[in-house]
């Protein structure tokens, strides 16, 4: 393998030949990017290269191969698990120039597009269509199609439509050594053999770079119906999301649940949130449904409500009566900034486990918590209706012993409850130890074998995943 000053002077050299310089970042315009979130020292890697094609990324990648020379791919770099952070040695490579998004088929429903393309603006290609692409997460307007696929991304539309990989039909990846696999069809069935896309739905770029996608859209909703629920019980959370998923006929869009330590500390007493509801309920739904007739659809969600009222399923509700108010409601779920702000040093966690192991899984959590940082502060909110929450923890540090120990509660309780240690964001360098607590050695063992066959000298974001 070349030392990396020799690679300055060849490989670098040559990759510039095929990207141009505008493609090319060393020195202070590395340095002065972030490889993650939260931003922590800049970006560490050799250079930046920045392809402007399919073409372009697999001609670097058969000279990388060739190199020995390992890539980290980037997209938005809204991940929090560290997919994306690079080592001195790393070259990395964004896709942010690869961000064309064709004209819509309205026919087909499809719509194919760059892997730099940021999600918001694929969200309103397909709006200017009267169409919708359902996936929707609070960083829509920095993270990125290939982003999305790589981690196989999910956010608060997952109970009716799924993650990313339900609304991919087709990929373009580069392999390790170059070789582009091209599969674009934009057809719903194809069972013409394996489905190759899946390797590279989720692999966190360690098997290929997707380059492209066929996306899948949906029907736009005609109506939009949104309330926030109060339930002063966690078993009637989980009766009020089967009864009121059977009342919705199948419009259900979203099941978002925050525990009252989340909505206290975000509503609180300055006024950004107002207080749509009494802070003294257990638990908070904001519940949305969508449909084709408003008035409808209207009456339906509120007979919903009603009924769950009536046979003490929930304590209280609001109904949003506008588009505006509907914001408001969705704005205290999604104020992650406030969030950060008011805990000052948090530690962030994604999880899925099953719905009636999860209130006793976080007592138990927060007893552990408790008793080894008395100070310490933990709220817990997320996607609950498809098994997904979110946990974050402040003790007042992030040493990392500290981070450590908290991530050892974290995951071992859940390890006992045969639950998920990454839900939406991957297992990149941060959750590589606890891999075991999800997934059987078998699994780790196939999981491996298919990464020496599809990247043999290891150059495709090495060290990610596995330990």
């Not at 109060?230 to 089967?242: E, T």
């Not at 498809?386 to 923890?393: A, S």
Request: with cysteine; hydrophobic share 40%; net charge negative.
């Amino acid at each position: 393998m070349y030392s990396i000053d020799i690679m300055n002077n060849i490989l670098f050299k040559s990759i510039e030949t095929i990207v141009g310089p505008n493609g090319l970042l060393v020195g202070d315009e590395v340095r002065g990017r972030s490889d993650g979130f939260p931003p922590a020292g800049g970006c560490r890697a050799a250079a930046i290269i920045r392809p402007a094609s399919t073409g372009e990324v697999s001609q670097v990648m058969a000279l990388c191969h060739a190199a020995d020379q390992s890539v980290v791919s980037h997209g938005g770099l809204t991940g929090l698990v560290g997919g994306a952070r690079a080592r001195q040695d790393d070259i990395a490579l964004s896709l942010e120039r690869m961000n064309v998004i064709e004209p819509v088929d309205k026919v087909n429903r499809t719509v194919l597009v760059g892997a730099g393309a940021p999600l918001q603006k694929v969200q309103e290609a397909a709006e200017e269509a009267d169409l919708l692409f359902p996936l929707d997460l609070g960083a829509r307007g920095s993270c990125t199609i290939g982003g999305n696929i790589s981690t196989n991304a999910g956010g608060n539309s997952v109970i009716r439509y799924g993650m990313i990989r339900d609304q991919v039909l087709g990929v373009e990846a580069v392999l390790a050594d170059g070789t582009i696999i091209s599969s674009l069809k934009g057809v719903i069935k194809n069972n013409t053999g394996y489905d190759l896309k899946q390797l590279f739905i989720g692999s966190e770029g360690t098997l290929g770079i997707v380059t492209r996608a066929v996306l899948r859209l949906r029907s736009r909703p005609r109506s939009c119906n949104t309330a926030l629920v109060a339930i002063d019980d966690f078993d009637n959370v989980g009766r009020f999301l089967r009864d009121i998923d059977a009342a919705l006929g199948g419009t259900l869009s979203a099941f978002e649940v925050l525990w009252n330590d989340f909505y206290t500390l975000i509503v609180g007493n300055d006024g950004r949130h107002g207080q749509p509801l009494e802070s003294t309920h257990d638990f908070y739904v904001l519940v949305e449904s969508t449909g084709g007739q408003q008035a409808h659809d209207g009456n339906r969600f509120e007979g919903a409500l009603t009924n769950a009222l009536e046979q003490d399923r929930i304590a209280d509700a609001t109904i949003a009566q506008s588009k505006q108010q509907r914001e408001n409601l969705w704005a205290i779920r999604d104020d992650i900034r406030g969030l950060v702000r008011k805990l000052g040093t948090p530690i962030t966690f994604d999880i899925s486990l099953d719905i009636p192991k999860m209130n006793d899984y976080v007592q138990e959590v927060r007893r552990q918590l408790t008793a080894a940082w008395p100070q310490s502060r933990m709220v817990t909110f997320g996607h609950l209706g498809d098994g997904n929450i979110h946990i974050v923890v402040s003790v007042g540090s992030l040493d990392e012993d500290d981070v450590h120990a908290v991530e050892s509660i974290i995951y071992e309780a859940l390890g006992r409850r045969d639950g998920v240690i990454s839900a939406e964001h991957g297992i990149g360098l941060d959750k590589r130890q606890y891999l075991p607590l999800s997934r059987s050695k078998e699994e780790i063992a196939l999981m491996k074998t298919l990464k020496r066959a599809m990247d043999p000298k290891g150059i495709l974001n090495p060290g990610k995943i596995f330990l």
